[in-house]
C-alpha cells in the first residue's frame, strides 16, 4: 500500500516535472522581461519617479500612437477573424483537390514576415511598382500608397491580412471538422437553408474557436512592428505610429529605455483588458 | 632533487614567459559601417604596433546607431572602438557611452583638427570623438546626358565664392536637359534633380540654411521659434512645389538616388564629395562626372549653406582595452592612418594641411570643398537629442515630399520635437 501510494505520488509529480523546463523559460523569456519592464518604466533618469509617465502622458507622440493602434485594430481584427472563417468554410468543402486550395490560402503564413514586407513595398512602390504600373495601364493616375498618409494604413492591413489570415483559416479548418456531421443532418431535415445552418449550428459550434482565434488575433495585431520598421517607419505623418513601434524608436533610436518601457507597459495593459474583455463577451453569450 | 627542482624552476619560468608573452597580445574590436575601408588599412597600425591585433566589424549604415543603443545601454565591452557619426557623440557622451581621449590626444593634436569637428567632439572640456574626416554637400551632373541634350551648361564660371549657380537657373536647365533628352517619358528619365540623402536632415536642411534659417535653439533643448520661420515655410514650399512639378525626386529613398544618377537615369543631383568615388565604381568615369558648388537661393547668395560633418571615431567607455583603442583612435584621425584612410574613403579631410595635389588627384571634387569648407559649411543640430531630431525632423521632409500642409507638418514637428527634447532639459 505504501508503495503504491510512493508511485502514485511520484508519477502525480510527473506532469509538472515535465511542464517545468517550459515554466522556466516562460518565466525568464517572458514574465522577467514584462516585470523588468514596468519596473523600469518607473525610472526616470536612473532614479524611481513617476516623471517617464508624467511626461509620456503630455505626449501628442504618445496619443497619436494610441489612437492609431486602436484604429488600426478596430479594422484590423474583425476583418481577418471574418475572412479567415470564410475561407474556412471554402476550403472545408468535400471537393476533389480541396487540399491544393488550403495549401495556397496557407502559403502566405510561411512567408516571413520581413520579405513579406519588402515585397508589397515594391509592388506598392510609388515610382516602380507594379500596383502602379498595371492602375496606369487603365488611366489611373499614380498612387503613393505607403507615401499616402490616407492609404499607408490601409496597405499596411492588406499586407498584415493577406499574410495572416491562412493562419486563422486552419484553426476554424480544425474547428469546423469537428462539427458532428449529424447536427447539420438535423438541421437539414428540420427544413434549415445553408444562412440558416451557418448561424444556427456552425458559429455557435465554433465559439470556442473562435475564442482562441479573437484573443489571439487580437494581441498578435497589437504588438505589430515589423511592418512599420521595414516600410514607413511610422509614417507618413505619423499615421502608421503604433505603440509597439513608438516603444521600439524610444528605447533603440533614442536610447530612452524607461519611456520605451512605459509605452510597453501601457501596451501589455491594453492587451490584458481587450483580452478579458472577450473572455467576459463570449462568457456573457456561453451563459 | 636538485634536477627536479631545476624543472620545476624552468617551467615556472616558461609558464612565466608565455603567460606574460600572451598578456602583451591585445585584441581591440572595431564596429564601423565601413570595414572594408578599415580593413585594408589596419595592417599598417598593426605592423607598428606590435601586439596589437585589430578585428573590424562591419555594421549597416542604417543599424548601426540600432547596434549601439542595445550594446552601450547594457553596457557591453565586445567593442573598443566606435565609428560614430559626429553629431550622436554629445548624447553618448550624456548616456555614459564614450570615455574621454584627453590621454590619448595632446592639445596640439586635438588643436590641428577644423574647429568645428572639435566642438562637435567635444563635452564639458573633454575630448571624446575624434573625426575620421569631414564632408560638403555639391551639386554633381552628368556630364554625357548634357553634351547629348545640347543644352548649354558652363560651370566653369563659378568660383563658388562669388558666383554660383542659383536654383532657379539650375531648375530651368536640367528641365530642358530633361525635356530634350526625354520628350514622351520613354527613355525613362527620373527626374531632373534629385537629392541623394533626400528626407535626411544632413542634406535638405540646407535649403532653410540656405534663406537664413537655423537648426535648433542655441542650447540645443529647442525648436519653437526656429524651424516655424520664414525661411523655414520659404524652403518648404519651394522644395514642395518642385516635388510637385515633377523636378525634384519623389519616391525614391535616401541613397537610391545615387544609383540612378550612376545609371543615367537623373541628370543633376546633390550628393557629398565623397560620392565621386562612389561614383566611379558606380560606373560613371572622371570624363562624365560633373561637379559645382551647390545651388544658391536668388537674393540670397551670401547665405548660402553646404552640409558638413562626418564620422568620428571613440572609444567605448566599458572597454577593457583603453590603451590599444586610443593609440589606434590617434593613428586613424590624426596619425598616418587618416591618410591611408582618406584614399580608401575619400572624405573631406579633417585637417586643413590634408587638402593636398595627391588627394586632388584621387578625388577632385574635393577642391570643392576645400572652397566651402568653414565659409558655407553649417553644423547639423546640436542637440543631446539628435537622434530624435533626426528621426522627427527626417519625417517631416518625407511627409512634406509627399504633399503634407507645410504649416501641419512644421506645427507637428515642433510639438513632438519640443516633447521629445523636454526629457534633456530636465
Known amino acids: 500500500m505504501t508503495r503504491l501510494n510512493a508511485r502514485d505520488k511520484r508519477s502525480g509529480m510527473l506532469p509538472y516535472l515535465l511542464l517545468l523546463p517550459v515554466l522556466v523559460f516562460a518565466v525568464i523569456f517572458k514574465l522577467y522581461p514584462i516585470f523588468y519592464s514596468f519596473v523600469s518604466g518607473f525610472q526616470f533618469k536612473g532614479a524611481v519617479s513617476l516623471r517617464t509617465y508624467e511626461l509620456m502622458f503630455a505626449d501628442k507622440t504618445f496619443w497619436n500612437s494610441v489612437s492609431v493602434t486602436v484604429k488600426m485594430n478596430l479594422i484590423m481584427t474583425p476583418l481577418q477573424i471574418i475572412l479567415s472563417l470564410i475561407m474556412a468554410l471554402m476550403v472545408n468543402a468535400n471537393l476533389k483537390g480541396i487540399g491544393v486550395y488550403r495549401s495556397v490560402y496557407y502559403l502566405p503564413v510561411t512567408i516571413s514576415m520581413p520579405v513579406a514586407a519588402i515585397c508589397f513595398s515594391m509592388i506598392l512602390s510609388y515610382n516602380n511598382g507594379v500596383a502602379n504600373t498595371i492602375l496606369g495601364s487603365f488611366g489611373v493616375p499614380v498612387q503613393g500608397f505607403f507615401n499616402d498618409k490616407t492609404q499607408a494604413m490601409a496597405c499596411i492591413i492588406a499586407l498584415c491580412t493577406w499574410k495572416g489570415c491562412g493562419y486563422w483559416m486552419m484553426f476554424y479548418l480544425a474547428g469546423l471538422k469537428g462539427i458532428d456531421d449529424s447536427l447539420y443532418e438535423a438541421a437539414t431535415v428540420d427544413g434549415a437553408g445553408y444562412f440558416a445552418k451557418l448561424f444556427h449550428v456552425t458559429l455557435p459550434m465554433l465559439r470556442r474557436t473562435t475564442l482562441f482565434v479573437i484573443v489571439a488575433d487580437t494581441s498578435t495585431n497589437l504588438l505589430l512592428f515589423a511592418p512599420m520598421k521595414l516600410i514607413t517607419d511610422g509614417g507618413p505623418r505619423s499615421t502608421t505610429d503604433v505603440l509597439m513601434y513608438e516603444a521600439y524608436r524610444q528605447a533603440f533610436k533614442y536610447g530612452n529605455y524607461s519611456k520605451g518601457s512605459a509605452i510597453t507597459s501601457v501596451l501589455i495593459v491594453i492587451i490584458l483588458l481587450v483580452v478579458l474583455l472577450e473572455f467576459r463577451m463570449m462568457a456573457d453569450r456561453d451563459r | ?426
Open chain 2, 1 to 426: 632533487m636538485k634536477k627536479a627542482l631545476a624543472i620545476v624552476l624552468t617551467l615556472v619560468l616558461v609558464l612565466s614567459v608565455a603567460s606574460f608573452a600572451a598578456a602583451e597580445e591585445t585584441t581591440i574590436r572595431v564596429l564601423t559601417h565601413m570595414a572594408n575601408q578599415i580593413n585594408a588599412i589596419k595592417d599598417s597600425f598593426e605592423a607598428a604596433n606590435p601586439g596589437v591585433t585589430v578585428i573590424v566589424d562591419q555594421c549597416n549604415y542604417e543599424a548601426l546607431n540600432d547596434q549601439y543603443e542595445v550594446l552601450l545601454s547594457a553596457k557591453s565591452s565586445e567593442y573598443d572602438v566606435l565609428v560614430v557619426d559626429g553629431p550622436n557623440a554629445a548624447a553618448y557622451v550624456q548616456r555614459g557611452y564614450l570615455a574621454p581621449m584627453d590621454d590619448y590626444f595632446t592639445a596640439e593634436e586635438v588643436a590641428a583638427f577644423s574647429a568645428a569637428l572639435v566642438n562637435q567632439g567635444t563635452v564639458n572640456g573633454s575630448f571624446y570623438a575624434a573625426p575620421l574626416g569631414d564632408s560638403c554637400t555639391i551639386l554633381y551632373y552628368n556630364k554625357d546626358l548634357i553634351a547629348e541634350s545640347g543644352i548649354e551648361f558652363n560651370v566653369d564660371q563659378y568660383d563658388g565664392v562669388n558666383t554660383r549657380i542659383t536654383w532657379n537657373e539650375l531648375i530651368d536647365i536640367a528641365c530642358q536637359v530633361t525635356k530634350a533628352l526625354d520628350p514622351d517619358g520613354s527613355r525613362g528619365i527620373l527626374f531632373p534633380i534629385a537629392f541623394g540623402q533626400v528626407s535626411e536632415v544632413y542634406m535638405m536642411n540646407t535649403l532653410p540654411n540656405s534663406l537664413g534659417g537655423a537648426n535648433i535653439s542655441e542650447d540645443g533643448l529647442h525648436v519653437a521659434g526656429v524651424i516655424d520661420t520664414e525661411a523655414w515655410y520659404d524652403a518648404l514650399k519651394f522644395y514642395q512645389d518642385n516635388v510637385n512639378a515633377g523636378i525634384f525626386d519623389r519616391g525614391l529613398g535616401a541613397f537610391e538616388g545615387y544609383s540612378n544618377f550612376y545609371a543615367a537615369k537623373i541628370p543633376f543631383i546633390v550628393m557629398t564629395t565623397d560620392s565621386y568615388n562612389y561614383a566611379l565604381g558606380g560606373g560613371m568615369t572622371p570624363e562624365n562626372i560633373g561637379f559645382t558648388y551647390l545651388p544658391a537661393f536668388d537674393g540670397h547668395e551670401s547665405e548660402v549653406a553646404t552640409a558638413c560633418g562626418n564620422w568620428t571615431c571613440a572609444i567605448n567607455a566599458y572597454s577593457s582595452n583603453k590603451e590599444a583603442a586610443g593609440k589606434f583612435v590617434n593613428w586613424i584621425t590624426y596619425g598616418e592612418g587618416n591618410d591611408l584612410f582618406l584614399k580608401q574613403e575619400s572624405m573631406v579631410p579633417n585637417m586643413a594641411s590634408r587638402f593636398t595635389d595627391d588627394l586632388y588627384a584621387v578625388n577632385p571634387a574635393l577642391k570643392i570643398a576645400a572652397a566651402e569648407s568653414g565659409v558655407t559649411s553649417v553644423a547639423r543640430a546640436v542637440t543631446p537629442g539628435f537622434n530624435e531630431y533626426c528621426a522627427i525632423m527626417n519625417a517631416m521632409w518625407e511627409d512634406v515630399r509627399n504633399g503634407a500642409d507645410i504649416e501641419d507638418a512644421i506645427a507637428d514637428a515642433v510639438d513632438q520635437l519640443e516633447s521629445a527634447l523636454a526629457y534633456y532639459a530636465e
